[in-house]
């Protein structure tokens, strides 16, 4: 058993993000080159701070699509859980995690609130932090401090999301930078990938050869993947770490735990009916990226544990026997027929301990798992074995 360090029973509210002016801040198209590396200063504010924006060649969008609509061609009828995130996707998304029926956003934050610096304490100081699907980079920054970190990588699908949320980051950073000049300027890179898919970022952190990466991974993501897929991931994120010239980088995963039926359920299932939008609106999505006819209203949001495979999934059930034209093709649901639509999977601590070892990563005393006083989440710290 990995020791458990219980939060405090007072856990202040979940708080408000910063609001953020990035208007100002955004270049127009003309900045864009067609190259694959894009450097421009973002002077405009603070002459000292680079954003940079590497655009890896993982993201194909070609082979994205032929997959989606592959998936809904098939039998049972799948669909990657990335699409859900356009602009109504990630907005959704957004309001899921004010639902007090979805505890993990909350729970992970007053778990990092908590234990902020027992946490940054078993991590390496001056890293490169490596922000895994970073969104607004708001869940990272307030660690940046702590582990005086001297570079800040946001990788993230979605390129023009991750441009104007990095300038923001980039902008607030260098706020922070001016009122206390003694801390340390952070470099921000954003990195356009899907990890989803083999990720080298080998490259990008060899250029900082005395920072020691520390991969940062919140928000049970990880849940998404089957369990060896999720070892899969884990195992390049150790190589990564393994094969920098540093020898202290870490990894710091968010996880979340199995928990009683009723309140994982729910969690994935809420009485106003935000998640069941969020799941539908896959299909609009499906829509517009593969010339399809689906028909929204005619699908019913379902979500399921199963306990056996430590899941849920998420479905949409067609309501009646319909034709649903998918660009060129007419796939036939039958009533009562199910989209798979998400996977999210959860792990005890001991469990995911055990996944993190088979990945290469070291247990025992050099695993720390921090979790909030009702054990409904785990923030995991490894190394590699
Ligand atoms: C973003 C994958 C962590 O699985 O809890 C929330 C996505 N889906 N409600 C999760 C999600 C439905 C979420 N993750």
Same mark, same amino acid.
């Given at each position: ?34 190259? +694959? ?35 809904? +061609? ?48 078993? +991590? ?41 949320? +990095? ?18 300027? &952070? ?65 710091? &995963? ?132």
């Amino acid at each position: 058993m990995l020791p458990v360090i219980p939060g405090a029973d007072a856990c202040p509210a979940f708080p408000t993000p910063i609001p953020m002016k990035t208007s100002a801040l955004i270049e127009d198209d003309a900045m864009r080159s067609d190259g +694959l590396v894009l450097d421009f200063p973002t002077r405009k504010t603070h002459a000292t701070q680079a954003l940079r924006i590497d655009v890896h060649a993982a993201v194909d969008d070609a082979a994205d699509l032929a997959a989606f609509r592959t998936g809904l +061609l098939a039998t049972p009828a799948t669909s990657s859980p990335k699409f859900f995130y356009d602009p109504q996707g990630s907005a959704l998304f957004g309001a899921i995690c004010e639902l007090d029926e979805y505890y993990p956003t909350r729970t992970e934050a007053r778990i990092f609130e908590h234990h902020r610096a027992d946490i940054a304490a078993a +991590l390496p100081q001056g890293s490169q932090w490596v922000d895994l699907g970073c969104g607004d980079g708001l869940k990272a920054r307030g660690w940046l401090a702590p582990v005086q970190a001297r570079r800040y990588i946001g990788v993230d699908i979605a390129e023009p999301w991750l441009r104007s949320a +990095l300038m923001a980051l980039a902008a607030s950073l260098a706020r922070d930078h001016a009122s206390a000049p003694r801390g340390t300027a &952070i470099d921000v890179l954003g990195v356009v990938a899907d990890f989803t898919r083999p990720f080298d970022l080998h490259d990008v952190l060899a250029e900082q050869a005395a920072m020691p990466p520390v991969f940062f991974y919140p928000g049970s993501s990880i849940g998404n993947f089957v369990r060896d897929d999720a070892r899969a991931f884990l195992a390049s994120v150790r190589d990564h770490i393994g094969r920098h010239p540093t020898a202290d980088g870490k990894l710091m &995963i968010g996880i979340d735990l199995v928990k009683d039926r009723a309140t994982l359920q729910a969690a994935y299932d809420d009485a106003i009916g935000v998640t069941a939008a969020f799941n539908r609106n896959v299909l609009r999505v499906a829509n517009r990226l593969l010339d399809a006819d689906f028909d929204p209203a005619a699908f019913t949001h379902r979500s399921v544990y199963d306990e056996a495979a430590g899941r849920i999934e998420m479905h949409l059930v067609s309501q009646r026997r319909q034709e649903v034209r998918i660009g060129a093709a007419v796939r036939t649901f039958e009533r009562d027929e199910p989209i798979v639509t998400e996977y999210s999977h959860k792990y005890t601590v001991d469990g995911f301990a055990a996944l993190l070892e088979s990945a290469g990563f070291a247990g025992g005393d050099r695993l720390r798992c921090w979790q909030d006083e009702r054990r409904w989440f785990g923030v995991f710290v490894a190394e590699p074995a």
